[in-house]
């Protein structure tokens, strides 16, 4: 008995360090979440890339969930095409900054034609192109005790992912759809792409980049606003 | 919910499977035999189907030609293709092993054949409470968890 209880001590501890167990581990739902979240990361630890599709494979129609934010502060960004929005980004960084869309789109950029999946059961495929977060985070200095990476949009929402996708390179802060500006239905002025997880982790119009050694500390403590409403923080399902 | 059932499946799917292996299970009582693939006894065993014949009590030692055949389908062919269907849906999986959603024909195509897979075991499940209460419910049920007959003879 106590060496059974111990063992499953060294082996969660084992897990914790390196890195999986998710924030939603507890209660029974719990013990699902956990069992993803370490045989997936397991499975990717060579870093494995989601599928990229050709030109030809975009698909015609793009649908969304969701209207963008009704606030007068969003509609006013939008009609004046995002001049005064900044993307801030601080927390465990060597140095806090802020980007207008215009430095953004100057830094190094990636275009990927790539699935995007909602949990709903509609997907689509479309070409996007952004900053690799991994790009941004590194030329702010990530500090060594960083383990998460938390996403606060325009409106009342936000998510986190861990290091292992942040720094992953198809992981984009996406300011182009399709080859044009990206739409306000679709996350204007930027929204991640994260392949690797489904929709509802493509945070869109984020305005916020926080890196935090812990997500307990934030809402309920479970990682994100949907993982409050009962969806799985870990979404690469 | 739907996610920590599909380790209960996976995971209990994995010991069941080998255990059958292990002990012939699936090679004895599943597979069907000579006898029963004779042309004269698959009529007999469709017609008695076909007309709701209850089965005498000595009927629960062995399994039936049509029992077999729904059972290998239930295990070895709409089980595994829920789980490689539902595993087609995952982009973090997928990321990993692109060709098990690529030879389904992507996720769509996956999501459509987990559905009508379901299906298909919603109705397996409801045929099979249906012929265990035709077959009398208490005596099946009793045999099914013990492995025993009413008549004391154990499971061959």
Known sequence: ???????????????????????????????????????????????????????????KVAPVNGDPPETEAYQRLLHSGFADWRLSVDG????????????????????????????MGWSFIAEWTGVPLNYLLSSVGILPKARYVVFFP?????????????????????????????PAPHGAPLRLRLPRQIGYKNVKYLSHIKVVEAVKNIGKGVGGANVEDGYAWYAGI | MHFLSAWILVLTGLVYVAIGILTHHFREHLLPNKTQLRWNAIRQVVSDHVHL?????????SYNLLQRVGYLAVIFGLVPLMIWTGLAMSP???????????????????????????????????????MVW??????????????RTASGTDYP
């Open chain 1, 1 to 59: 008995m106590a060496a059974g209880a111990s063992g499953i001590a060294v082996a969660a501890r084992l897990a914790n360090r390196y890195g999986l167990i998710p924030p939603d581990n507890s209660g029974v739902f719990g013990i699902g979440e956990t069992l993803t979240y370490a045989a997936q990361r397991i499975l990717m630890s060579h870093h494995s890339l989601a599928r990229e599709f050709g030109r030809s494979e975009i698909s």
């Open chain 2, 92 to 130: 973090g999986f997928t990321s990993v092993f692109p060709a098990v959603a690529g030879t389904l024909g992507g996720d769509q195509a996956a999501r459509t054949i987990h559905f009508f897979v379901a299906v298909s075991l919603v109705v397996f499940l409801i045929i099979h409470i249906a």
């Open chain 1, 154 to 182: 325009l409106d009342p929402w936000w998510e986190s992912i861990d290091m292992a996708d942040a720094l992953h390179p198809q992981m984009l802060l996406a300011y182009t759809m399709n080859g044009e500006e990206l």
């Open chain 2, 134 to 147: 035709l077959a009398g419910f208490k005596h099946r049920v009793v045999t099914m968890i013990t492995g």
């Open chain 1, 92 to 119: 465990l960084v060597a140095r806090p900054s802020s980007f207008t869309l215009e430095e953004l789109k100057r830094l190094p950029s990636r275009t990927q034609i790539t699935l995007h999946a909602c949990e």
């Open chain 2, 53 to 61: 014949k209850r089965p005498p009590k000595e009927d629960a030692v």
